[in-house]
């Protein structure tokens, strides 16, 4: 991968004020769940691993190199919220590119900074134009929401939006 200049970023902090889980965060208009995780940049790696012709650990700043993409999927919690932003990031077919996926493979892992992991069949990823969002709404996504990486799936449950996104096991 060569090197590039990201484009400039403040890292972001905690707000004053966490909202609760499944209550609304008024500062970017999206619901929060799970326990957020504080991750630093200076360690930070993508890995993605498994069925695949080259084993990756890409930087925060690599991933914002790669081409930048903008969608807006509504991301559903069944039967909680719908929540409607504008996510930018990276596609997750831009990331398996580098990696050389196999032909064989058939289901990513994505796995969280908090331990929480999700089996998503990759076809449905790859169809839906999956996107690994590091921008919500035209900033950087916060802290609260999934900083660094965050998983967008459109037409996938929210469940699946994978949250301080450390991992990616193709499968």
């Known amino acids: 991968m060569e090197d590039c200049q990201s484009t400039p970023y403040n890292v972001p902090t905690l707000p004053a004020r966490i909202p609760g889980n499944g209550e609304l965060d ?6 929060v769940t799970g326990r957020y995780k504080i991750i630093s940049l200076d360690t930070y790696r993508l890995k993605v691993v498994g069925n ?19 969608a807006n999927p509504l991301l559903v919690c069944p039967g909680l919220f719908k929540d409607s932003a504008s996510w930018t990031g990276v596609t997750i077919q831009s990331i398996l590119d580098l990696s ?16 929480y ?11 839906k134009d999956g996107l690994l969002a590091y921008e919500v709404n035209g900033q950087i996504l916060p802290i609260l929401h999934g ?17 301080w996104l450390v991992e990616i096991q193709v499968k």
């Not at 650990?57 to 993409?69: A, F, H, K, N, S």
Request: charged fraction near 25%; aromatic fraction near 4%; charge should be positive.
């Open 26 to 31: 008024k500062g970017i208009g999206l619901h």
């Open 117 to 127: 992991r999700v089996r998503v069949p990759l076809l449905n990823i790859l169809q």
């Open 147 to 163: 900083f660094p990486l965050r998983a967008v799936l459109p037409d996938i449950t929210g469940m699946k939006w994978v949250k």
């Open 52 to 70: 695949i012709d080259n084993q990756l650990e890409l930087t925060y700043d690599q991933i914002r190199c790669l081409p930048r993409v903008t």
């Open 100 to 115: 050389g996926v196999s032909d064989r493979a058939e289901d990513l892992v994505l796995i969280s900074a908090e331990g």
